[in-house]
């Protein structure tokens, strides 16, 4: 433990949130008609970096948490000895890319959390030709590796079984594996790359996702989330609807108190941009290189300073509030919902902001 006495970001990152953090006024009402003109949020400058507790405030929170909790859906399907064998055969991916089998474009490695991409790939943050919202682009087809047999075999069919997504919908599988303090900034599935639903299965750990928050870096802080979902092992997890396409969620840094993995199942849209063979291709990863002997005194809080890549600085997204209402949790309403949000989403033309994922 160095001198500072912490022993990873997770400490470090309590230690720096004050017990009341900085809050902005959440919203400005907008219409919910599917005009296109769905609620913005903005936020109220505070000089003490304190939360507003007003209680229209907090009357608002309430009504997005709500929001947010009506339009996911959450099973329990897999049994611990079922987890355990996927827990396996995920430790063979980590296995084969730390031996470089794969594609390039299959594995990209962040600090405390790498992502290994089957059956479609998209460029993302640092990676991106040109910045902005809606920039993400699928990889050109063949250049991430295909989705394993396992992962259709143990989890895929188990979740056709169960109801959860119809049969041949999943077209693209991810794993992230976090390590203790990893996390993943807030953001939302480019809608224009993904169809809806967003099915996501937990290993190796519990912990949770929270919708609405914001990052601050240098140092890194985490806000106030509107809604916390906690994941346990094994459990199956829904986003559709406003929680899916109008509210950033992300994983905090102390929510990963030990290792866990996640896998993302997700099915491209037919119509979303790919890099041609035209195209120039995205920024290479630097080819990693020895390091140098340094005869400067060393810090002892370096190593416990959150490393932070320009990928995970892009601005915040907000988009606009969806038309559709949502009342039932069933999993064939919730399928029914992600095709009924995509129509809408291309017949209303709203423009929003994209994050990586």
Not at 221 to 241: A, I, K, M, N, W
Not at 267 to 295: Q, Y
Not at 346 to 353: I, P, Q, T, Y
Request: charged content about 35%; some cysteine; overall charge positive.
């Amino acid at each position: 433990m160095a001198a500072s006495g912490y022993s990873d970001l997770r400490e470090k990152l309590k230690s720096m949130t004050p017990h009341r953090e900085e809050e902005k006024q959440k919203y400005v009402d907008g219409t919910s008609n599917g005009s296109g003109k769905g609620r913005k949020r903005k936020y109220r400058e505070s000089d003490d970096d304190e939360f507003d507790h007003s209680d229209e405030n907090t009357e608002l929170r309430e009504q997005e948490a709500h929001r947010v909790r009506s339009s996911i859906l959450q099973k329990n399907i897999f049994t611990p000895e079922e987890c355990a064998l996927i827990e396996e055969k995920i430790d063979d991916v980590v296995a084969q890319g730390d031996a470089g089998l794969y594609r390039e474009h299959t594995v990209d490695r962040a600090p405390l959390r790498n992502k290994y991409f089957f059956g479609e790939g998209y460029t993302y943050g640092s990676q991106l030709e040109k910045r902005g919202p809606g920039q993400e682009r699928l990889y050109r087809k063949g250049e991430v590796d295909e989705i394993p047999s396992w992962v259709h075999e143990l989890v895929i069919k188990r979740l056709v079984s169960s109801g959860v997504i119809p049969e041949g919908f999943v077209n693209s599988a991810v794993i992230n594996d976090y390590q203790p303090g990893g996390c993943i900034v807030s953001h939302v599935d480019p809608l224009h790359i993904f169809a809806r639903p967003i099915v996501s299965v937990s290993f190796f750990s519990d912990s949770a996702l929270c919708f609405g928050c914001r990052f601050q870096f240098k140092p890194i802080r985490v806000s106030e989330p509107v809604f916390v979902l906690p994941v346990r092992r094994g459990s199956v997890t829904v986003l559709s609807g406003y929680a899916a396409d109008d509210i950033t969620h992300c994983i905090r840094p102390q929510d990963i108190k030990e290792r866990r993995a996640v896998i993302i199942l997700r099915k491209t849209r037919p119509d979303a941009p790919r890099l041609d063979s035209g195209s120039s291709s995205p920024v290479e990863r630097p080819v990693p290189l020895k390091a140098k002997r340094s005869h400067r005194r060393a810090d002892p809080d370096a190593a416990h300073r959150p490393r932070v890549l320009e990928m995970d600085k892009e601005e915040n997204r907000h988009p606009s509030v969806s038309g559709h209402r949502r009342h039932s949790i069933s999993s064939e309403n919730y399928w029914r919902r992600g095709q009924n949000s995509d129509k809408h989403r291309e017949s209303s033309g709203r423009k929003v902001k994209m994050r990586r994922h």
